[in-house]
């Protein structure tokens, strides 16, 4: 099911012009350099918020449950206009979307965002996160996760406000992917941001990075042979329909970040501010539930509508992927330089200690 296809290019140019002149009663359209401190709004403003995915997706029922909560949070001050993918550009067009103002939140994943921030390219990393899913959510909502990151998004005009967990990768294919070996000359599409293709060089692969809206078509062309992404979209998207196989190796969990452009939160004023900070952490805690209920239910839907096989890799088979992809984390510090090795460095001591955390809980008979 293309979302991208060329009927859509004059509804973008129309939405993008819209998006030009529309004006906001605080911080118009470049909030950059625009100061409201001491300004009072007036009420109600509206804030725009890109997604990455259509309706449906994790980030669209984040947005929907951020959209309650900010609206309730300010008494109906603040206003949220939410914009599917397909309704604005690629992940690339919305993190410029974002840095210029045009945009107050965006989703922005480190898949893609990595080419502008490669610090965020250890998201994009096969085997850094637990198998332990508790130790994941409780690792993505922490706040010295944020920190680690914080300064580098800041850097690029960005305020990192979350990270969304999307669910484990699922890598679809008109065949099994057991082992390395299955990769070798496998053309697999990446997501955008050079260091997502080089996971899969590692295997062996042939990677093609490519836009989101673009992979369906890609696999029915049969331009290339499979893809990575969470199960619900997988379902949504319909890659399934075009593939016959998904194989569940669990090589890393898709997070996603929500941003905003810095100069426009440096400017909020402290109650609009307040109320964001609320309903981030209002929506937050629900985040790691939603998405394993929604990718639970799209495999149900999945095997329902499809005959299509699923996977599961042995402890064994993924200990072969877990070496290869070693390798990996050499690169990434090499884009990311000594901060990336650094950010490497604290993930890794973080989900140890969560780990162990975790242990001593079960011993005790906590949960
Ligand atoms: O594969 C991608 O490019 C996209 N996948 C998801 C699940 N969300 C956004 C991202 O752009």
New binding site residues.
């Given amino acids: 099911m293309p979302i991208f296809c060329p009927r859509l290019i004059p509804l973008l140019v129309l939405t993008l012009i819209s998006l030009a002149g529309c004006s906001d009663n605080q911080a118009e359209k470049q909030p950059k350099a625009v100061s409201v401190e001491n300004e009072s709004p007036k009420y109600p403003v509206t804030w725009r918020f890109a997604l990455?995915?259509i309706e449906g997706s994790v980030?669209h029922s984040y947005a929907v449950a951020f959209k309650e909560r900010i609206e309730s949070r300010s008494d109906g001050n603040i206003e949220l206009d939410i914009f599917p993918y397909g309704s604005l550009g690629t992940?690339a067009q919305l993190t410029e979307l974002t840095r210029d103002g045009s945009v107050h939140l965006a989703f922005a994943?480190p898949?893609?965002l990595a080419n502008t921030v490669p610090e965020v390219g250890v998201f994009t990393l096969h085997f850094v996160l637990s198998d332990d899913n508790d130790v994941n959510r409780r690792l993505l909502v922490s706040n010295e996760l944020l920190d680690l990151f914080s300064g580098s998004y800041a850097e690029h005009d960005m305020k990192l406000l979350g990270f969304v967990p999307?669910g484990w990768m699922v890598w679809t294919a008109n065949k099994p992917l057991r082992t390395p070996k299955d990769f070798d000359g496998f053309r697999i599409r990446t997501?955008t941001a050079d260091i997502s293709a080089e996971a899969y060089r590692a295997y062996g692969a042939d990677p093609h990075p490519t836009?989101?809206s673009q992979?369906y078509s890609d696999l029915q062309l049969q331009r290339i042979d499979g893809q990575a992404?969470?199960v619900f979209?997988i379902e949504e998207m319909g890659f399934y329909e075009v593939q016959s196989t998904l194989t569940f190796a669990r090589p890393a969990q898709?997070v996603?970040s929500v941003v905003s452009n810095h100069q426009w939160y440096q400017d909020l004023p402290d109650d609009q501010k307040q109320w964001l900070d609320e309903a981030l952490a209002d929506v937050a805690a629900q985040t790691y539930t939603r998405q394993a209920e929604l990718n639970e239910s799209r495999l149900a839907k999945i095997r329902e509508d499809s005959n299509v096989s699923v996977v599961e890799l042995t402890p064994e088979q993924r200990k072969r992927f877990r070496e290869a992809s070693l390798p990996v984390r050499e690169l990434y510090a090499e884009a990311a330089g000594k901060r990336g090795q650094h950010i490497l460095d604290t993930l890794l001591g973080m989900i140890e200690r969560l780990e162990d955390h975790a242990e001593t809980e079960g011993e005790n008979g906590e949960t």
Avoid: I, K, R, T
Wanted: hydrophobic letters at 30%; proline letters at 12%.
């Fill in positions: 990455e995915e980030q992940s994943s898949g893609h999307e997501m836009p989101y992979v992404n969470p979209a898709f996603a």
